[in-house]
């Protein structure tokens, strides 16, 4: 009974912030026994916000702190003061394609259609799939953050085996490189410390062009690089 409850007062909340604002929009996706499956929302200041500041938009889920596991969506951007700003939030129950397609459909019929000009998330395949189906012309880029926390262990590894490398390293990610100048240093760098055949730095390097900044100078970003 709680959880019906839950999510009838979830919809008289939505009707009731609907009529103080019509720009107020909210959704639900059922599944196939009518349950609540996933639920998306955006003010009128979010949406507003959005066609002022929606050319890069970050998309992440934090964890499942709610007794339903359901994750918290959040879509974000950056405004002209470089501070954090909300378009749109969701309630995911299923983190699966389908639920991915569905919110980013959703998210730009509440945009009216204005797809980002680029879009940051993590390395979440569901998501990654979805993105083309809803934003066709939007750019996918990696977490800069994520990438470096899912190879951390070895790159500690080669840190502690090789004094310079740290820096060295670190230096070319950050600098601000064209892709061919970006492609040379990391070339040097691995005939250095003799790391073609390592399979971490052959799998950051196959994934360079999602996240790495050199590919993305002709793309307004925002100094975006992290979701989070």
């Known amino acids: 009974m709680d959880d019906v409850d839950d999510v009838l007062k979830t919809v008289n909340f939505f009707r009731e912030m609907k009529a103080i604002n019509r720009e107020f929009l909210c959704d639900m996706q059922l599944d196939e026994s009518d349950r609540v499956k996933n639920i998306f929302w955006a003010n009128a200041s979010c949406r507003g916000a959005y066609q002022d500041f929606g050319d890069c938009v970050t998309f992440y889920t934090t964890y499942k702190t709610n007794k339903y596991h359901m994750p918290l969506g959040v879509f974000v951007g950056t405004n002209n003061h470089f501070q954090t700003t909300f378009f749109a939030f969701a309630l995911i129950r299923d983190e699966d394609a389908d639920s991915f397609r569905w919110l980013f459909k959703t998210f730009l019929r509440c945009m009216r259609g204005k797809a980002p000009t680029c879009i940051l998330i ?86 360079r062009e999602r996240w790495i900044s050199s590919y993305y100078k002709e793309i307004f970003c925002a100094k975006m690089t992290f979701t989070q």
């Open 122 to 207: 993590d390395q979440c395949p569901a998501m990654a799939s979805a993105i083309p189906y809803a934003f066709k012309n939007t750019v996918h880029k990696l977490c800069h953050m994520h990438i470096m926390k899912k190879y951390r262990e070895h790159l500690a590894y080669l840190y502690n085996l090789h004094e310079d490398f740290k820096d060295e390293f670190t230096s070319i990610l950050n600098w601000s490189l064209m892709p061919t100048e970006f492609e040379a240093a990391w070339k040097r760098l691995m005939d250095k410390y003799n790391l073609h055949d390592d399979a971490t730095m052959v799998a950051m390097w196959n994934e």
